[in-house]
Protein backbone atom coordinates (compact mmCIF):
# COMPACT_ATOMS: atom_id res chain seq x y z
CA UNK A 1 0.00 0.00 0.00
CA UNK A 2 1.59 3.19 -0.80
CA UNK A 3 1.15 6.42 1.13
CA UNK A 4 -1.53 7.97 -0.75
CA UNK A 5 -3.92 4.79 -0.10
CA UNK A 6 -2.79 5.11 3.23
CA UNK A 7 -3.50 8.38 3.93
CA UNK A 8 -7.23 8.11 2.00
CA UNK A 9 -8.03 5.23 3.84
CA UNK A 10 -7.33 6.81 7.71
CA UNK A 11 -9.42 9.59 6.23
CA UNK A 12 -12.20 7.15 5.80
CA UNK A 13 -12.21 5.77 8.63
CA UNK A 14 -11.72 9.61 10.35
CA UNK A 15 -15.29 9.97 8.89
CA UNK A 16 -16.62 6.91 9.83
CA UNK A 17 -15.95 7.97 13.53
CA UNK A 18 -17.56 11.04 13.32
CA UNK A 19 -20.55 9.79 11.30
CA UNK A 20 -24.02 10.73 13.33
CA UNK A 21 -25.62 7.99 15.25
CA UNK A 22 -28.94 8.23 13.44
CA UNK A 23 -27.26 8.17 9.83
CA UNK A 24 -25.70 5.12 11.14
CA UNK A 25 -28.41 3.48 12.03
CA UNK A 26 -30.01 4.30 8.84
CA UNK A 27 -27.30 2.80 6.92
CA UNK A 28 -27.31 -0.15 9.49
CA UNK A 29 -31.34 -0.56 8.57
CA UNK A 30 -30.52 -0.54 4.40
CA UNK A 31 -27.74 -2.97 4.48
CA UNK A 32 -29.51 -5.59 6.66
CA UNK A 33 -32.72 -4.69 4.47
CA UNK A 34 -30.59 -5.52 1.43
CA UNK A 35 -29.42 -8.57 2.69
CA UNK A 36 -32.48 -10.39 3.52
CA UNK A 37 -33.91 -8.93 0.26
CA UNK A 38 -31.03 -11.71 -1.48
CA UNK A 39 -32.88 -14.60 0.60
CA UNK A 40 -36.24 -14.11 -1.41
CA UNK A 41 -34.80 -13.24 -4.30
CA UNK A 42 -32.91 -16.80 -4.44
CA UNK A 43 -36.69 -18.58 -4.87
CA UNK A 44 -37.11 -16.85 -7.26
CA UNK A 45 -34.06 -17.45 -9.26
CA UNK A 46 -34.87 -20.93 -9.05
CA UNK A 47 -38.67 -20.57 -10.25
CA UNK A 48 -37.81 -18.73 -13.19
CA UNK A 49 -36.20 -21.39 -15.57
CA UNK A 50 -38.53 -24.24 -13.99
CA UNK A 51 -41.45 -21.65 -15.18
CA UNK A 52 -39.51 -21.22 -18.69
CA UNK A 53 -39.64 -24.75 -19.47
CA UNK A 54 -43.21 -25.47 -18.53
CA UNK A 55 -43.99 -22.63 -20.82
CA UNK A 56 -42.10 -23.97 -23.96
CA UNK A 57 -43.18 -27.19 -23.51
CA UNK A 58 -47.31 -25.69 -23.26
CA UNK A 59 -46.42 -24.19 -26.33
CA UNK A 60 -44.91 -26.47 -27.83
CA UNK A 61 -47.98 -28.91 -27.08
CA UNK A 62 -50.10 -25.95 -28.61
CA UNK A 63 -48.57 -26.18 -31.64
CA UNK A 64 -48.35 -29.93 -32.41
CA UNK A 65 -52.29 -30.50 -31.35
CA UNK A 66 -53.40 -27.18 -33.00
CA UNK A 67 -55.88 -27.96 -35.55
CA UNK A 68 -54.13 -25.27 -38.12
CA UNK A 69 -51.43 -27.38 -38.29
CA UNK A 70 -53.09 -31.03 -38.92
CA UNK A 71 -50.87 -34.29 -39.05
CA UNK A 72 -50.39 -35.68 -42.36
CA UNK A 73 -52.92 -38.32 -42.99
CA UNK A 74 -55.37 -37.18 -40.69
CA UNK A 75 -58.20 -35.30 -40.65
CA UNK A 76 -60.39 -33.39 -44.10
CA UNK A 77 -58.66 -35.21 -47.17
CA UNK A 78 -56.42 -37.91 -45.83
CA UNK A 79 -57.85 -40.66 -48.53
CA UNK A 80 -55.89 -40.47 -51.30
CA UNK A 81 -58.58 -41.72 -53.29
CA UNK A 82 -60.20 -38.44 -55.39
CA UNK A 83 -63.53 -37.67 -54.39
CA UNK A 84 -64.70 -37.06 -57.83
CA UNK A 85 -65.12 -40.45 -58.60
CA UNK A 86 -68.21 -41.73 -58.75
CA UNK A 87 -69.80 -45.53 -58.05
CA UNK A 88 -69.65 -46.14 -61.90
CA UNK A 89 -65.64 -45.45 -62.30
CA UNK A 90 -64.53 -47.96 -59.57
CA UNK A 91 -64.17 -50.84 -62.00
CA UNK A 92 -61.06 -48.97 -63.18
CA UNK A 93 -59.73 -48.03 -60.16
CA UNK A 94 -60.06 -51.90 -58.79
CA UNK A 95 -58.54 -52.48 -61.96
CA UNK A 96 -55.50 -50.69 -61.53
CA UNK A 97 -54.67 -52.10 -57.94
CA UNK A 98 -54.84 -55.23 -59.48
CA UNK A 99 -52.43 -53.98 -62.03
CA UNK A 100 -50.16 -52.42 -59.46
CA UNK A 101 -49.81 -54.82 -57.03
CA UNK A 102 -49.24 -58.04 -60.43
CA UNK A 103 -46.40 -55.85 -61.14
CA UNK A 104 -44.98 -55.33 -57.29
CA UNK A 105 -44.35 -58.93 -56.78
Known amino acids: MNDVEKLLRDELRASERRLHPAIEAGLRAA ?28 VFAALVFSPLFPMP ?3 HGASTFP ?6 ELD ?3 WL ?9
Do not use: H
Not at 31 to 58: D, F, H, N, T
Open 92 to 94: FYY
Open 83 to 88: ESVKAT
Open 73 to 75: GTG
Open 97 to 105: AETQSGLDS
Open 31 to 58: REQACSGKMRRRGISLWLPVSGVALASV
